[in-house]
């Protein structure tokens, strides 16, 4: 059952996720829920089935799904909130999440902080502008690899990688492992880009050729890739003429960069950094929008995934601490609702302690004009907490209020003071 | 021969065809429409700059500029009644500098000769009010209110449905072969899938009109030759571009444009090259620098960075001469009952403005029918209205909120990009015209065509089209048989 | 005796030092390339038993998923893989899996066990 209102929500449910909701839980956020679109948690790692995970942090060197699972496992025993298989549509900078799913409808959260967990996406072949055809068989290494490894189809029978990311390299050795035939490596490059462990143990163990300073032509094929035609690079990035090669082939695989998927950060209104493509962030993970914090590959492109944990440790530290302040100050704030003939009060919220330190100015404007004298009145219910004189009001001149010090105790009574307009 | 007789075959299910076939369903007849891809507007239908033109850029006294302002003027309650996104917005054709700024005029006097209302012509500070990132050099437009931007899928699919709802029979994956001759008269078409007798047959085959005539030994000179269009569609949280922007148009071509989509997209495109394949969808390297250079000359704030996709499409280019001897001008429609036959309504060139000219070409099919002496009798019955399925994105929260509560399949999304939900991809597998690819689902609901082109929703939608459909994933294909996503499972004797 | 140079790249740390070996016969005359003495220890591996972590997918009856994916414990022969990957490709497990599942133990008398990654419930237990 969800609640709500939360502490701290989490969007996303991948290794960044599920240590920043492990961490606010220990820190002291009561209540805390994650949000992932799959119908699991654990994210990109439960198909990532290769090993080289977690020797940072656990000095083990481990599968990605056994790395996941200790997180799983630990969430499952802190009494976390999770919503699968659901979607965030959109997010607010005051932290009102609206999510969707099968099991929960459509529904709307308020949370006290707010992590984004929401990893990256793979680039498509649009993004590199690949020339060709636009045939079946030509997939990013992540979708392949969720075929094989999840949902258990093989996407193809010979394949080309183009990219030596580390997913294109490891896909490589477990598309051989399953019977496949992967023709070749291609990097635009003239450096690999992933991991040398991975080339050693992906590529080399295997005999896969890698050819740097290649890339695709063109895609080859109507219905399904029949071929691709490789070229080589200059230094200038230039194709050099003549050195085309036909590879025959029915899968394209790209494994050609990820990209921080920030689609919600910016509805709710946080900076993103043109260069990362993550939102700007302090020492705290904190981003632009108060009480809104961000960590892991949505901030910026990790290598390891240990790194990414330990920013979701801090984030969902951090995010608990600002929480948990945040929850002192409920019940000590009370709202300003617009009552008779105003149509709108700023501030709409009003911290009772304020008044401690000083009167406290409302500001607002009036629906109707009334051209003869008017009490401007603050109401507790059927209380009056305080009131000013006018000689008229019009909605094109605002109207200003104190709630003078004097009036401290009548607002600790309040959860809501309204503000009329009347005749006198 | 097959034991059914129709009244009238539709050879392809494109824009022009479905559009026949929905104006034809009014009538008391048997009608056959047959297309021979997997599913209904692949060809010259499937990409498209999915703008409706206002009419004053064909050459005035051709059947092109004739179907072009009739058929636009149709747009309002025909979208009403078929339920498929368009929204007149106007369109404008962007003079940079003063020589432009002079074509304008010549331009307008054009549209005023073609019958095109609506017309402005707007100083260059009128623009760059209007689309701020134009151009700086912008020295004025044309202004047409009455352009339109429509889902040019949307045009297709809803017209055909209401086709079939209204008693149309729809046959996919049939390719017409031959005709059935007796004497002069057409009785029928051969197909894969076997013969089947008419008494009329429409020739709305596109790229392919040119093979379908000249099997009736129609005009042998007729050739189509397909021209190429490459664009780019850009991310729209990225760029919005908020107008259709036409540059002036040179003499062969409308030019590379900088156009906004129903979908809030920015595309740019066409560039025009001729090819003999009409297969090849290919996009070039040279293309996509071509149209990049014509479409920054309008938007120089444009970027690459923010591309999403690159698509090619091809427009069925005929040869034939306007009917009107006066008229000096050599690619114009052919829309005709022939006299060398009987039985054939034939239809050739349907290029660029087909869409816009659909429906006009479908009403001018039903008069020449009429005029050839069929007594069309109206079904009482007949229902002009097509129901939109429920769209997600578009909706407001609460309406989402109860949609969900009806029925929660429409609350998973399946494509995280245009929030595209399980519900929507269900209920077009089983519509009138059922969706049987990932492409026909596509095409219809517009899922994976964001920023992550379906990376994301991929697997999923294999897994809901095998479910729905009965079949095993293996099946699943993008576009009809041969393009196949899988190939096995991983644990398979197959593998070594 | 003749000399013979062998290529290694060394994947102790993500420096990845490109070592070039001189032998004569089974013995190591010479080692250059390296930047530390791992490399060295990197080399005596991979010519005396070179190993690797497997990893793979294991076929499962009435899972949530197909597939339970699975690991090698330790580092196995480096030569005995492509045998181990073909008695993987045998066996069909039974949801429930539980992580850590001896998926085959003592792998051809290495001492290696095989286990599961990850848990994949039952189909009804998940819904």
Not at chain 1, 131 to 138: L, Q
Not at chain 2, 157 to 178: H, P, R, S
Not at chain 3, 31 to 41: H, I, P, Q, T, Y
Not at chain 3, 62 to 72: E, I, S
Request: hydrophobic share 40%; with cysteine; charged share 25%.
């Amino acid at each position: 059952m969800l609640k709500e209102k939360y502490d701290v929500i989490v969007i996303g449910a991948g290794p960044a996720g599920l240590a920043a909701a492990i961490e606010a839980k220990k820190t002291g956020a009561q209540e805390v829920l994650v949000i992932e679109r799959a119908q699991e948690l654990g994210g990109i790692l439960q198909q990532c089935i290769h090993n080289g995970f977690g020797l940072q942090i656990f000095k083990k060197d481990l599968p990605g799904p056994a790395y996941a699972q200790r997180f799983i496992d630990e969430l499952a025993g802190l009494h976390i909130d999770t919503l699968l298989d659901a979607m965030v549509l959109n997010v607010t900078s005051e932290r009102r999440v609206y999510a969707t799913s099968r099991w929960s409808g459509f529904v709307e959260l308020d949370t006290r902080a707010l992590v984004l967990a929401m990893g990256c996406r793979e680039r498509t072949r649009a993004q590199i502008a690949l020339p060709g055809t636009r045939p079946a068989g030509v997939y990013t290494a992540g979708t392949a690899q969720r075929f094989v490894n999840i949902e258990g189809f093989m996407p193809g029978k010979r394949f080309v990688i183009l990219g030596s990311g580390d997913i294109g390299m490891i896909m490589a050795r477990r598309l051989t492992f399953e019977g496949a035939k992967v023709e070749r490596v291609l990097e635009i490059m003239p450096f690999l880009t992933g991991l040398t462990r991975n080339y050693v143990q992906c590529l080399l163990d295997y005999d896969i050729p890698l050819q740097l300073h290649h890339t695709v032509k063109r895609i080859i094929g109507n219905d399904r890739v029949e071929a691709i035609e490789s070229v080589q690079i200059d230094e200038q990035r230039q194709p050099i003429p003549g050195t085309e090669e036909t590879i025959p082939c029915d899968t394209l695989l790209l494994s050609v960069g990820l990209i921080p998927e920030n689609e919600l950060s910016r509805k709710a209104g946080v900076s993103l950094d043109p260069v990362t493509a993550g939102p700007f962030v302090d020492e705290k993970m904190q981003t632009s929008v108060p009480g809104i914090f961000a960590a892991g590959n949505v901030v910026h492109v990790y290598d390891l995934v240990d790194w990414v944990t330990q920013a979701g440790l801090l984030c969902g530290r951090n995010a608990a601490q600002y929480a948990i302040a945040e929850r002192k100050h409920h019940g000590r704030r009370v709202k300003m609702k617009a009552g008779d003939n105003v149509r709108y009060v700023v501030p709409h919220v009003l911290d009772k302690e304020s008044l401690a330190e000083s009167a406290q100015l409302l500001q607002m404007r009036v629906t109707l004009p009334i051209e003869e004298p008017v009490w401007v009145e603050v109401m507790n219910g059927e209380e009056r907490v305080t009131r000013k004189a006018e000689l008229y009001v019009r909605p094109g001149e605002m109207v200003n209020i104190d709630i003078p010090q004097s009036a401290y105790d009548a607002v600790q009574r309040a959860s809501e003071l309204s503000v009329r307009v009347v005749r006198r | 021969m097959a034991d059914k007789n129709y009244d009238v075959i539709i050879i392809g299910a494109g824009v022009v065809g479905s559009m026949v076939a929905r104006f034809l369903s009014r009538y008391k007849l048997d009608v056959l429409l047959i297309e021979k891809d997997s599913d209904i507007g692949m060809g010259a239908s499937s990409a498209n700059t999915a703008i409706i033109h206002a009419g004053y850029d064909p050459k005035p006294g051709t059947l092109k500029a004739e179907m072009n302002v009739v058929g636009n003027q149709m747009f309002d309650q025909l979208a009403g009644e078929l339920n498929f996104t368009f929204e007149r917005r106007g369109d404008y054709v962007v003079a940079i500098g003063p020589e432009e700024f002079a074509k304008l005029e010549s331009l307008r006097q054009q549209g005023l000769e073609n019958g095109v209302p609506g017309m402005v012509i707007l100083n260059g500070a009128d623009v760059r009010r209007r689309e701020p990132n134009i151009n700086p050099e912008v020295s004025g437009a044309l202004w047409a209110t009455t352009g339109g931007i429509c889902d040019p899928f949307g045009v297709v699919i809803a017209a055909a449905e209401n086709a079939v709802v209204n008693g149309v029979t729809l046959m996919t994956d049939t390719a017409f072969q031959d005709f059935i001759m007796d004497g002069k008269h057409i009785v029928g078409i051969k197909t894969n899938r076997g013969d089947f007798s008419s008494r009329w047959v429409v020739n709305s085959a596109g790229l392919y009109s040119d093979v379908v005539m000249h099997k009736a030994g129609l005009r042998p000179e007729f050739k189509i030759t397909p021209r190429k269009g490459e664009y780019y569609v850009f991310d729209k949280a990225e760029i919005t571009i908020n107008n259709v922007l036409f540059p002036v148009p040179s003499a062969t071509s409308k030019g590379i444009l900088v156009t906004t989509t129903v979908h809030g997209n920015t595309i740019i495109g066409p560039n025009a090259l001729e090819i003999d394949d009409k297969e090849d969808r290919s996009i070039t390297r040279e293309g996509l620098d071509e149209i990049w250079q014509g479409a920054i000359n309008l938007v120089p704030s444009l970027s690459l960075r923010y591309s999403i996709a690159e698509f090619a499409g091809l427009r069925p280019g005929g040869n034939a001469p306007c009917e009107n001897p006066d008229v000096k001008y050599n690619k114009d429609f052919i829309i005709e009952i022939p006299k060398q036959v009987e039985g054939l309504v034939n239809l050739g060139g349907i290029e660029s403005p087909g869409l816009s000219s659909s429906p006009a070409i479908a009403v001018r099919v039903v008069e020449l029918l009429k005029g050839a002496g069929e007594k069309l009798e109206e079904k009482s019955e007949w229902n002009p209205i097509r129901r939109a399925r429920p769209r997600f994105r578009d909706m407001l929260p609460t309406e989402q909120k109860l949609l969900i509560e009806n029925d929660p399949s429409y609350g998973r999304i399946i494509c995280r990009c245009e929030n595209v939900t399980e519900g929507e991809i269900v209920a077009e597998i089983h519509a009138p015209i059922p969706a049987r690819t990932y492409d026909a689902i596509k095409r219809r609901t517009w899922l994976g065509t964001g920023r992550c082109q379906g990376g994301f929703d991929t697997p999923r939608v294999v897994e809901i089209l095998a479910r729905e459909l009965g079949v095993s994933p293996l099946e699943i294909s993008k576009k009809g048989k041969g393009s196949e996503f899988l190939v096995r499972p991983t644990k398979d004797e197959e593998a070594e | 005796m003749t000399q013979e140079h062998r290529k290694f790249i060394c994947i102790t740390c993500p420096r990845g030092c490109a070592l070039d070996v001189t032998m004569e016969g089974e013995a190591v005359v010479k080692l250059e390339g390296n930047s530390c003495k791992r490399g060295v220890d990197y080399v005596t591996g991979e010519l005396k038993d070179p190993r690797r972590m497997v990893t793979t997918t294991v076929r499962v009856k009435g899972g949530v998923h197909p597939l339970a994916p699975v690991y090698t414990e330790s580092p196995i022969p480096k030569p005995r893989i492509l045998d181990l990957l073909a008695e993987i490709r045998k066996i069909e497990l039974t949801a429930p899996v539980k992580f850590g599942d001896v998926v085959i133990a003592n792998a051809f008398g290495t001492g290696v066990n095989v286990l599961a990654s990850r848990n994949i419930p039952a189909k009804s237990e998940a819904s």
